[in-house]
């Protein structure tokens, strides 16, 4: 049981260092948010089944499946979210203006 309990948190903390090099190595926001969605769902899982499997107590296990939930589910609308106040930040604008509209001024 330890052994599997050290690689599932071997792989957790493998997956967030190479999504951290990823960020590094990556020139545009847009291409970096691409690296912040693993953390938030591989390595979340994988150390919560790492808790699951070494901790007697069931009360850590289930924090711990709740934030590793919570990490899931609420990453896609970070990602949006951040997106679109760089977007913003950018552009100065929100929405984005119809691309139909931009070829009709022209």
């Excluded at 052994?3 to 590094?24: E, N, T």
């Amino acid at each position: 049981m330890k052994i599997a309990v050290d690689v599932l948190l071997a792989l957790g903390v493998g997956v967030a260092l190479l999504s951290s090099i990823g960020i590094v190595a990556m020139r545009d926001p847009y291409q970096r948010l691409h690296f912040i969605s693993p953390p938030a769902s591989l390595s979340a899982l994988c150390v919560t089944l790492a808790i699951l499997l070494g901790e007697k107590q069931k009360q850590a296990g289930a924090k711990a499946a709740l934030v590793a939930f919570l990490l899931y589910f609420m990453n896609a609308v970070v990602t949006h979210a951040t997106a679109r106040a760089h977007f913003v930040r950018e552009k100065g604008i929100w929405p984005p203006p119809d691309p139909i509209e931009v070829v009709k001024e022209d």
